[in-house]
Structures are given as structure tokens and as C-alpha cells.
């Protein structure tokens, strides 16, 4: 059962990330990446990882994703216009061509990384918020405060778009 809900889990996911790519509609993208972080917070929870899904679902699929969906209504953005004369071209060749590239790179990654023990669902023990909490906050402090401030740097600048469009 396992394996079946994590097939169906990952497919969501890269489902959904493709639609992230392929919409053209910035909210409609934005939902998109809504199901992402939703089916990645069920392949948590089938680790056994029931902290991080939980946060992954409270931060990211809620905080995150308003921050986005606020900085995408502020600047006002429309849907993308559609190119015209190569489109067909990199339609055509596009397709093809990136998925000879990801089974190069999956060949390659496959054959340079070593093979490890096999993932046990239900096994993860380090995701309690002890654990989580002293890992934040000692070994990934500065990831973790260098984001915050790249977070508040991006929504100053939709900001200052914003106003910049108004005047």
C-alpha cells in the first residue's frame, strides 16, 4: 500500500510541478505549486516524518503561498503573451530533446553516486520539533535567516514595482 500511494503521491507532485512551468496564468501557477508542497507533505507523512508535513502544509503550502499570491496581486500581472514563430519549433524539438537530457543526467547520477540502503516507510525518527528546532537553529541558522531576508528583500521590490506602476 505503501508503494502505491507513494507512486500516486509522486505523480501529483511532478504533475503539478510541470503545470507550475506550463501555466501562463501566475495564479494558476501559483495553485499549481499549491499541489506540489500538498503531495510532498503526504510523502512526509508516509516517511513517518509527521512534524515537517505538518509545517511543510503550515508554511509553505499556507504562508508561502499567500506571500506569493500577495506579491503576484500587487504587481498586477496578467497572464503571459504567447510568441509567435518558433514556438512550433521548440515545441517540436523541446520535448525531445529534454527528455534525452534527463536520462543522460539520470544515467550519470546513477552511475557516479554509490547505492545506499533502501528507504524503510515509516522508519524516519528525526523529525520531531526538537530535532527540526535544533537543527534550524544551530547548523542551518544562517540558510535559514540569509532566506527570511531574501523573502523580505523580493517583497520590497514588488513594492517598489508597484508603486513605481501607479505614479
Known amino acids: ?43 512526509y507523512l508516509l516517511l513517518g516524518a509527521e512534524f515537517i508535513a505538518a509545517a511543510q502544509i503550515v508554511v509553505y503550502a499556507g504562508a508561502i503561498m499567500v506571500l506569493f499570491v500577495f506579491v503576484i496581486m500587487l504587481l498586477n500581472a496578467g497572464g503571459e503573451a504567447k510568441s509567435a514563430g518558433r514556438s512550433q519549433m521548440v515545441r517540436w524539438l523541446g520535448i525531445p530533446l529534454f527528455t534525452i537530457f534527463i536520462g543522460l543526467l539520470s544515467y550519470i547520477v546513477q552511475r557516479s553516486v554509490p547505492a545506499g540502503p533502501g528507504v524503510s516507510f515509516g522508519q524516519f525518527t528525526g523529525g520531531t520539533p526538537r530535532d527540526v528546532g535544533r537543527l534550524l537553529f544551530t547548523q542551518y541558522l544562517l540558510p535559514f535567516e540569509a532566506t527570511s531576508v531574501l523573502v523580505l528583500i523580493a517583497i520590497l521590490g514588488a513594492v517598489v514595482l508597484a508603486r513605481k506602476e501607479i505614479e
Open 1 to 43: 500500500m505503501d508503494i502505491f500511494l507513494f507512486i500516486l503521491f509522486a505523480s501529483i507532485a511532478v504533475f503539478c510541478a510541470v503545470n507550475v512551468v506550463v501555466q501562463t496564468h501566475p495564479i494558476t501557477s501559483a495553485l499549481s505549486l499549491v499541489g506540489v508542497m500538498g503531495a510532498l507533505a503526504v510523502l
